[in-house]
């Protein structure tokens, strides 16, 4: 059967907004996938292998931290027996919270792919956050956030001291970011996403200089590309169709577009990929 799409999995059940649960041992190789509309925390505390997320493979070399956005692709090639949790957070249960904290941690650390882990609570904090999760019906939603909260924020310090150059974001900064990994279709436009975030073209471009040394422009154009990418890499959709669900009215608009960002046409980046 042709493959016009990534296949797209859903681990929560109808109406779940968040899911805590152990790593399924059983899991070894997987097919290439995406996850349905979520954000996903893995914690390997055992395991060896590899975890690919988009273009980059990750050894699994002790405790691990990664980090899923809701558009990325992935999958694992894990060779011993894996231990650890699992963490899937829906933006539903980070709008119901109403809760700014956590929205920030959670955009910081979805610039993050793979943390090594150095601090041996961070299990002891999956286990809490897994153990409040299981009591259910005794549970209390503020118990969880808190306790998420804690996780998280000794995450980005790990982060912080693992990477001497990470940036602390601006609020605008951030929310823009927010737009590209998931509003859809993505629009290469930059005065679209200022008018969204209340702001002028000129002040979301000198916000994302002073955060990331890029212009909203640019940024705007490696979300178009990584999504152009993974389209290419691994469906079977024709450039003509890869440009449309990226909102080009003209293949050939999109063809020049990312010859002049990858310095090859969409045939001609596939075509290099599979020799």
Known sequence: MTKTSIQTKDKTEQGQFLKIAPFRKHIRKTDVHRHKNYF???????????????????????PTLFFMRRDQIHHWDIQSEPEGYVIIIKNDFVEESEDLALRKQLLAL????CLPVDDESIELHFRLLHLEFERT???QKAIIIHLLKALLAKAID???????????????????I????????????VAHYANLLHTSPQNLNQTCRKAAEQSASELISSYIIG?????LDYTSMSAAQVAYELGFKDP??????????CQLTPQEYRRRKKA
């Not at 999504?227 to 389209?231: F, G, I, N, S, Y």
């Not at 050939?252 to 960002?261: I, T």
């Open 137 to 139: 019906e005794k549970s």
């Open 40 to 62: 996903e925390i893995i914690f390997l505390s055992q395991g060896s292998g590899s975890h690919s997320i988009d273009h980059h493979s990750y050894p699994i070399l002790g």
């Open 252 to 261: 050939s608009h999109f063809s020049k577009y990312f010859k002049r960002q």
């Open 178 to 189: 927010n737009l590209l990994e998931t509003a859809r279709p993505l629009i290469n436009q």
């Open 158 to 176: 790990i982060s912080d001291r693992t990477d001497s150059h990470t940036t602390h974001n601006s609020d605008l900064f951030q929310s823009f």
């Open 110 to 113: 979805s610039q993050v792919s």
């Open 227 to 231: 999504e152009a990418k993974r389209l």
